[in-house]
């Protein structure tokens, strides 16, 4: 009998061996089928979350100054305004920007309820994708997790741009096929679809295809097409709001 209990414990099968959170992060670059099965198994969301704020505060220190610029040089050149009323909001502007509940709102608390809010409405709605529109399971925290981890991308993205900020003094620089357009396109209904063909957004549709994939169990196929068909609605709204409120916004 002992031989018995002997022999039943050598072929029980051992529990798989967590991975670690640089494991996981290596993996979403290198072998993202394995990490999103980890983290299909034992979800978490909060390292990527505040990886993604820090790279959002980074960006918003880095851009500030040129987007301030950008803003100041569109109410220079708007024909509807008067030359008092340009010079009484630039003035605006400059003194907004001067105060410290400003910069701690544009540095520290606005990328902070920027990032839990795109992070928490786009796993919702793939959430709802996946479960609703293609009858899967999962739970919400795994979705939540495939997200969060995916959008890791922005690691590799910030490298790109943000020396590309840098060099060009601008807050747009373009990794999509918009950088072929020529200059003074920008307010085209074609540059605005073409600038949501960024490489790096690609990459993280792949990402996160592959991790619904595993989560809900289907192939990565269907799960690829739910995620482009909600992205092509994003895409045609955000054009859309785009060209509706373009004249509000050159208003100052």
């Known amino acids: 009998m002992a031989e018995e209990n002997d022999v039943a414990e050598v072929v029980q099968p051992k529990e798989t061996k967590p991975m670690t959170a640089w494991q996981k992060v290596w993996g979403i670059f290198f072998d993202p089928r394995k990490s999103f099965s980890s983290l299909s198994e034992r979800p978490t969301w909060i390292l990527p979350v505040i990886v993604l704020i820090i790279i959002a505060m980074i960006t918003s220190v880095i851009v500030a100054p040129f987007s301030i610029q950008e803003t100041i040089e569109r109410i220079d050149q708007n024909p509807r305004l008067t030359v008092e009323q340009k010079e009484q909001i630039i003035e605006d502007i400059q003194e907004r920007q001067a105060k410290p509940w400003m910069k701690l709102i544009s540095y520290g608390i606005g990328p902070i309820v920027a990032i839990f809010f795109i992070v928490f409405i786009v796993s919702a709605v793939l959430y709802f994708g996946g479960n609703v529109l293609l009858g899967g399971d999962a739970g919400f925290k795994q979705v939540l997790s495939v997200y969060s981890w995916s959008s890791l991308v922005s690691i590799p993205a910030f490298i790109v741009k943000a020396p590309l900020m840098l060099i060009k003094n601008s807050a747009h620089v373009h990794t999509s096929l918009a950088a072929i357009m020529p200059s003074g396109s920008d307010e085209s209904v074609i540059f605005k679809i073409l600038t949501h063909t960024d490489i790096f957004t ?3 549709i792949c990402l996160i295809s592959i991790g619904l994939a595993v989560v809900y169990r289907f192939s990565t196929k269907r799960l ?3 995620v482009i068909f909600l992205y092509l609605i ?10 509706l409120t373009r004249g509000r916004f050159m208003m100052g």
């Not at 994003?234 to 060209?243: A, C, D, E």
């Open 202 to 204: 690609i990459w993280e």
């Open 224 to 226: 690829a097409w739910l």
């Open 234 to 243: 994003y895409v045609m709204g955000s054009v859309g709001f785009s060209l």
